[in-house]
Structure formats: structure tokens, C-alpha cells
């Protein structure tokens, strides 16, 4: 990106010089003025192209995706945003890998010298492949490690005192009864334990809820069976990058026949373990385990434009603003429909992009700090174009402080409320805090949902690299109160959220999506303009967790 220095320079001048303070108006009344006056138009303009059927879901690697991303990069230039790509273009290149097992390969048993048990591939376990395996063929020994927890501060070490180098752990989601804690269902966290403990293999199981066994591992295979993305550039350190040579999601019902085997009661140890009783032993049995993978490269592409900042001081300091371009594409029919439009995830988040970049062109002078705006790409493949970005920006003279992620932009009814996922921790806070204020709106510091969710999106890239983030998710307070906005999320999630029906023929409330475009506009101004020094709350979990840890 250096070529974009020169540019970059003689336009900041020409801010510089032009820029005039609107009279009698503070910057802040001045954004707040063009946040009054934005129309739902212009978003809903791009929302229908975005998630309109001729993009067919903005799969990655497809030329929808790139006519989408032409789309952006174009819209960014109407709104007189700065290429931030390669060759003074608005386009990073992400070179992909699609890993794909191949079936026929695949073989697995568990073998105790005096019975033995077959797993069926689809049926039985699915597999998360490792870029690094191109071929699988390993004999290992079984070890159980309960939940596979390691949490110092609650003095739980599933793994003390169990030897499980060169061994594949069989662990359970979840933790102990009476204790709460982010990683606990965090499967990321149970796959770095292993790493750390120097285990080869996992395999990992949801231990609750035998009624919907069947359809949590219909989702989960249906998931990783469609061809596995990761980053070519293997020095980068995606979501999913774990170092195991066999990683496998199995039902229980199968785990149940492997610990039978053993001479042991998954139901019994279940219970030990929810209780708070450590259960960790080796098994008498080996997994023998043997499959082939296929790689294919996928060409795709961050989109990325610049407003550059006017302060001598914080103009090297950059706010990212950024919202995932990519969706499901064409999946599985269901009821005659197999496009993933992905309206609400996350054409809506895109659209509200290009509303955000349009209003800031409206100002008559930039904020003090340079805006960042992005369309990643392999969001829905595990973060891969942000995680992309966050590790090779091409910034040198300057660094990212602070990120601000919009996904799903809102509920698909007006709130009275706002839930900006981060908000206790760090004081980006008041940049919310700012925009709730001039909109009339209630801050939720939905700490349930921020621990369920801020894993899940782009934000976290950000946050892995010790940059301050913030998820502004919608609130749950319904403005109509005869609505439970809880119940309708929780409704939609299960009805539409990765579904054909994420489309254009939902009910949704214009005034939700046009108050959280306005919501994140005025929270990004006053970050990039207002905010002195953006810094961590380091007494938080997120913060001891991704930021303390990663360094």
C-alpha cells in the first residue's frame, strides 16, 4: 500500500485546506445533523442489490461475490472514500485453500485388542481438516479429559496430572455445574487446551440434549463436509488453524459405544463431571484413524477504502469500520429455495456501510482520526478475510486502534435499545454511549449475549491483535409492548438465520435498520473524532482472555 502515500498525502491536504467549521456548529452537532437527516432509501437501494437472488448468496470464490465486491469498491469511490488495496485499487487479495476430505478415504475405528467399533463419516463423526494433513493415517491412544477445561482462576485443570502428548483427548462441551465462564462452550478454547497439552488428536462431543443429537450433528457436518476454507498463507493464524493431526465432532450415542468398549458409562461419567469431579483417565482402546484430502485454490478479496484524518497527531491512527460481504451462496434446497441471500447476514451490514461511508462525505470535515472501511471476505468460513487484514494491513507509519463490526445490523423490529457486544471493555464505551444519547436509545450490556457471540464475527481478528473492538448488536427491548424481542430473535435464529429464507420476503422494520445505520454512524464519529486515547478495560475477561493470552 505504499503506493499510496502520495495519494494519500496530497488529498489530506486538500481536506486540509478546504475543510471550513459549519458556523455556531460543534463537529458533534454537525454529525449529528447528518444523522438526522439520512434516508432509509439509500440503504435499502443496496440492501435489495445485495441480497437480491442475481448475486445468489455472495459465495466466496464465485463471480457474484466479485460483482458484489465491484459493487462495493465503486459505491466507496461515489462517496469519495480513498483506495486502501493493492496498486491504488480498493481490493486486498485473500489467496484461499478449499480443503475437501474425500469420502471413500476415510476409515475410523477404536480398537481395545477384544472388540472393536467402526465410526461412518457423515453418520457417526465429521471431520475438521487441518491444512497441514494432507493425508491422515495415525494410531493413537484414547485418553478422556472431561470438559477439557483450563481456567486457572477457577482452579480447573482437566488436564493435571494426565499425560496426553502424541494422544488423541476426548472431550465434552460444556463445564461444571454452579460455574459460568466464556469458555465452557467455546470450542476454540477446548481445541487450544489440547494443543497446549501436547495432544495429537480430539475429539469433541455436545453432551447434553440427547433429543437433538440427530439435528446438532446434521448442522455441524453439513457445515464442515461442504469443503473447508483456510487462508494459503499459512503464516497467518486463522479461527480454525489448530495444530491436531485428527479433529472430529462426534454424537454421543457413538462416544457412548466407545466408552462401552472401555468398560465404562458416558452417562455416569457425565454426571461425575457436571458435578465438578475430575474424570480424566486413559482409556484401554486406540483410534486408528485414515483419511486423503483434496486442495483446490480460491481466489477472493478484501474491499477497502479510506477516509484519511485530519489531526497532525491522530491521523496515523486508524478506526475500522467493517462489515462481511460474503454469505452462504447456493447451498441445499429447501421448500424449492437454495439461495442463502443472506439479507440480515449480512447484506444488511454491508448497506449500512456504504450509508456510514455517504455521511461522513456529507461532513465538512473529516473526524481527526483516519476511518477504515472494509467488506471482508471468508467471514462465514471462520473470520479468514478479517483475520486476513487484522495480520497484514500494510500500515506502517501508523496502527489500527480500534474496530468496529456490524453484523446482522438489526432486529427485525424497532428496540428501544442497543446491545454493543464490548461495551464494559474498554472506553469505546463512550462512543455508544455518545450515539444512544442523540437517539433517544437505551444501552444493553447484554453480557450473555456478548459471551455467546463475540467469538463469532470479524471483530474478533481485531481483538486477537490487542485492538479495543466493538460488536453493536440490536437490543432485545421491544418498542412494541406486546413483543418479546428475545423470543423473536430467538424465533428468527431458528426459522431463517443460515437459511434460503434470510431474503428480501421477510418481515423487517425499516425504522430498526435505519436507526442502527444512524447508531453505529455516530458512534464511529466520535471514536475517530472525539475520543482522546482508546484504551482496554484490562480487568475484563475479553481482554485477560484474547489480548493478554495471544501476547
Given at each position: 500500500m505504499s503506493d499510496l502515500r502520495f495519494f494519500y498525502c496530497i488529498t489530506l491536504g486538500l481536506v486540509l485546506f478546504t475543510s471550513r467549521a459549519v458556523q455556531g456548529q460543534s463537529r458533534e452537532d454537525e454529525a449529528i445533523s447528518v444523522s438526522d437527516s439520512m434516508q432509509y432509501d439509500y440503504f435499502a437501494t443496496h440492501l435489495r442489490y445485495l441480497a437480491s437472488d442475481a448475486l445468489k448468496g455472495r459465495g466466496v470464490g464465485t463471480p457474484e461475490y466479485e460483482r458484489a465486491g465491484n459493487y462495493l469498491a465503486s459505491e466507496f469511490?461515489?462517496?469519495?472514500?480513498?483506495?486502501?488495496?493493492?496498486?491504488?485499487?480498493?481490493?486486498?487479495?485473500?489467496?484461499?485453500?478449499?480443503?475437501?476430505?474425500?469420502?471413500?478415504?476415510?476409515?475410523?475405528?477404536?480398537?481395545?485388542?477384544?472388540?472393536?467399533?467402526?465410526?461412518?463419516?457423515?453418520?457417526?463423526?465429521?471431520?475438521?481438516?487441518?491444512?497441514?494433513?494432507?493425508?491422515?493415517?495415525?494410531?493413537?491412544?484414547?485418553?478422556?479429559?472431561?470438559?477439557?477445561?483450563?481456567?486457572?482462576?477457577?482452579?480447573?485443570?482437566?488436564?493435571?496430572?494426565?499425560?496426553?502428548?502424541?494422544?488423541?483427548?476426548?472431550?465434552?462441551?460444556?463445564?461444571?455445574?454452579?460455574?459460568?465462564?466464556?469458555?465452557?462452550?467455546?470450542?476454540?478454547?477446548?481445541?487450544?487446551?489440547?494443543?497446549?497439552?501436547?495432544?495429537?488428536?480430539?475429539?469433541?462431543?455436545?453432551?447434553?440434549?440427547?433429543?437433538?443429537?440427530?439435528?446438532?450433528?446434521?448442522?455441524?457436518?453439513?457445515?464442515?463436509?461442504?469443503?473447508?476454507?483456510?487462508?494459503?498463507?499459512?503464516?497467518?493464524?486463522?479461527?480454525?488453524?489448530?495444530?491436531?493431526?485428527?479433529?472430529?465432532?462426534?454424537?454421543?450415542?457413538?462416544?457412548?459405544?466407545?466408552?462401552?468398549?472401555?468398560?465404562?458409562?458416558?452417562?455416569?461419567?457425565?454426571?461425575?463431571?457436571?458435578?465438578?469431579?475430575?474424570?480424566?483417565?486413559?482409556?484401554?482402546?486406540?483410534?486408528?484413524?485414515?483419511?486423503?484430502?483434496?486442495?483446490?485454490?480460491?481466489?477472493?478479496?478484501?474491499?477497502?477504502?479510506?477516509?484519511?484524518?485530519?489531526?497532525?497527531?491522530l491521523k496515523n491512527e486508524y478506526v475500522v469500520l467493517g462489515a462481511h460481504l460474503d454469505g452462504l451462496g447456493i447451498g441445499e434446497t429447501v421448500k424449492g429455495d437454495s439461495i442463502y441471500n443472506g439479507m440480515l447476514d449480512n447484506a444488511s451490514g454491508v448497506a449500512a456501510l456504504l450509508s456510514i461511508s455517504k455521511a461522513f462525505s456529507e461532513l465538512s470535515e473529516p473526524p481527526k482520526r483516519a476511518i477504515l472501511f472494509i467488506g471482508y471476505t471468508a467471514e462465514e468460513s471462520g473470520l479468514l478475510g478479517s483475520s486476513y487484514f487484522a495480520a497484514k494491513n500494510g500500515i506502517i507509519d501508523g496502527k489500527i486502534v480500534a474496530k468496529i463490526n456490524i453484523d446482522m445490523l438489526a432486529q427485525t423490529i424497532e428496540t428501544k435499545d442497543m446491545a454493543p457486544l464490548g461495551y464494559a471493555h474498554s472506553n469505546l464505551s463512550e462512543g455508544a454511549d455518545f450515539a444512544a444519547k442523540n437517539l433517544n436509545l437505551k444501552i444493553d450490556n447484554n453480557e450473555a449475549a456478548e459471551i455467546r457471540y463475540i467469538a463469532r464475527s470479524d471483530q474478533l481478528s481485531f481483538i486477537k491483535k490487542g485492538i479495543p473492538s466493538l460488536f453493536i448488536s440490536a437490543g432485545f427491548t421491544a418498542l412494541d409492548p406486546k413483543k418479546d424481542g428475545e423470543k423473536v430473535f430467538a424465533k428468527w435464529m431458528k426459522k431463517r438465520y443460515d437459511s434460503p429464507f434470510d431474503d428480501l420476503h421477510q418481515k423487517y422494520s425499516e425504522k430498526a435498520f435505519l436507526k442502527a445505520v444512524k447508531f453505529n454512524f455516530l458512534t464511529v464519529f466520535y471514536i475517530a473524532n472525539t475520543l482522546e486515547k482508546i484504551e482496554w478495560n484490562t480487568n475484563g475477561w475479553l481482554y485477560k482472555k484474547y489480548v493478554q493470552t495471544e501476547r
Amino acid at each position: 500500500m505504499s503506493d499510496l502515500r502520495f495519494f494519500y498525502c496530497i488529498t489530506l491536504g486538500l481536506v486540509l485546506f478546504t475543510s471550513r467549521a459549519v458556523q455556531g456548529q460543534s463537529r458533534e452537532d454537525e454529525a449529528i445533523s447528518v444523522s438526522d437527516s439520512m434516508q432509509y432509501d439509500y440503504f435499502a437501494t443496496h440492501l435489495r442489490y445485495l441480497a437480491s437472488d442475481a448475486l445468489k448468496g455472495r459465495g466466496v470464490g464465485t463471480p457474484e461475490y466479485e460483482r458484489a465486491g465491484n459493487y462495493l469498491a465503486s459505491e466507496f469511490k461515489k462517496n469519495e472514500l480513498l483506495p486502501f488495496g493493492a496498486a491504488n485499487s480498493y481490493f486486498q487479495q485473500v489467496a484461499l485453500s478449499e480443503l475437501s476430505l474425500q469420502d471413500e478415504s476415510f476409515s475410523l475405528t477404536i480398537n481395545n485388542g477384544s472388540a472393536v467399533i467402526n465410526g461412518k463419516y457423515g453418520t457417526d463423526v465429521s471431520v475438521v481438516l487441518n491444512p497441514n494433513y494432507q493425508k491422515v493415517d495415525t494410531q493413537q491412544q484414547l485418553v478422556f479429559i472431561g470438559y477439557g477445561n483450563i481456567i486457572p482462576e477457577q482452579n480447573i485443570d482437566d488436564y493435571d496430572g494426565v499425560d496426553v502428548k502424541g494422544k488423541t483427548v476426548i472431550v465434552a462441551l460444556g463445564g461444571p455445574n454452579g460455574i459460568k465462564h466464556p469458555d465452557f462452550d467455546d470450542r476454540n478454547a477446548k481445541f487450544k487446551n489440547a494443543v497446549l497439552k501436547g495432544a495429537s488428536g480430539l475429539i469433541l462431543f455436545y453432551p447434553k440434549a440427547s433429543f437433538f443429537q440427530n439435528i446438532i450433528f446434521k448442522r455441524v457436518h453439513a457445515f464442515l463436509s461442504e469443503g473447508m476454507l483456510t487462508l494459503s498463507d499459512t503464516s497467518v493464524k486463522s479461527l480454525v488453524t489448530v495444530d491436531l493431526e485428527v479433529l472430529l465432532f462426534a454424537k454421543k450415542g457413538w462416544v457412548r459405544d466407545l466408552f462401552r468398549i472401555n468398560g465404562l458409562n458416558l452417562r455416569r461419567e457425565l454426571r461425575n463431571i457436571a458435578r465438578g469431579h475430575r474424570s480424566s483417565q486413559r482409556l484401554t482402546a486406540t483410534l486408528g484413524c485414515s483419511y486423503t484430502v483434496q486442495n483446490k485454490a480460491i481466489h477472493s478479496k478484501n474491499i477497502i477504502g479510506v477516509l484519511p484524518g485530519t489531526d497532525p497527531k491522530l491521523k496515523n491512527e486508524y478506526v475500522v469500520l467493517g462489515a462481511h460481504l460474503d454469505g452462504l451462496g447456493i447451498g441445499e434446497t429447501v421448500k424449492g429455495d437454495s439461495i442463502y441471500n443472506g439479507m440480515l447476514d449480512n447484506a444488511s451490514g454491508v448497506a449500512a456501510l456504504l450509508s456510514i461511508s455517504k455521511a461522513f462525505s456529507e461532513l465538512s470535515e473529516p473526524p481527526k482520526r483516519a476511518i477504515l472501511f472494509i467488506g471482508y471476505t471468508a467471514e462465514e468460513s471462520g473470520l479468514l478475510g478479517s483475520s486476513y487484514f487484522a495480520a497484514k494491513n500494510g500500515i506502517i507509519d501508523g496502527k489500527i486502534v480500534a474496530k468496529i463490526n456490524i453484523d446482522m445490523l438489526a432486529q427485525t423490529i424497532e428496540t428501544k435499545d442497543m446491545a454493543p457486544l464490548g461495551y464494559a471493555h474498554s472506553n469505546l464505551s463512550e462512543g455508544a454511549d455518545f450515539a444512544a444519547k442523540n437517539l433517544n436509545l437505551k444501552i444493553d450490556n447484554n453480557e450473555a449475549a456478548e459471551i455467546r457471540y463475540i467469538a463469532r464475527s470479524d471483530q474478533l481478528s481485531f481483538i486477537k491483535k490487542g485492538i479495543p473492538s466493538l460488536f453493536i448488536s440490536a437490543g432485545f427491548t421491544a418498542l412494541d409492548p406486546k413483543k418479546d424481542g428475545e423470543k423473536v430473535f430467538a424465533k428468527w435464529m431458528k426459522k431463517r438465520y443460515d437459511s434460503p429464507f434470510d431474503d428480501l420476503h421477510q418481515k423487517y422494520s425499516e425504522k430498526a435498520f435505519l436507526k442502527a445505520v444512524k447508531f453505529n454512524f455516530l458512534t464511529v464519529f466520535y471514536i475517530a473524532n472525539t475520543l482522546e486515547k482508546i484504551e482496554w478495560n484490562t480487568n475484563g475477561w475479553l481482554y485477560k482472555k484474547y489480548v493478554q493470552t495471544e501476547r
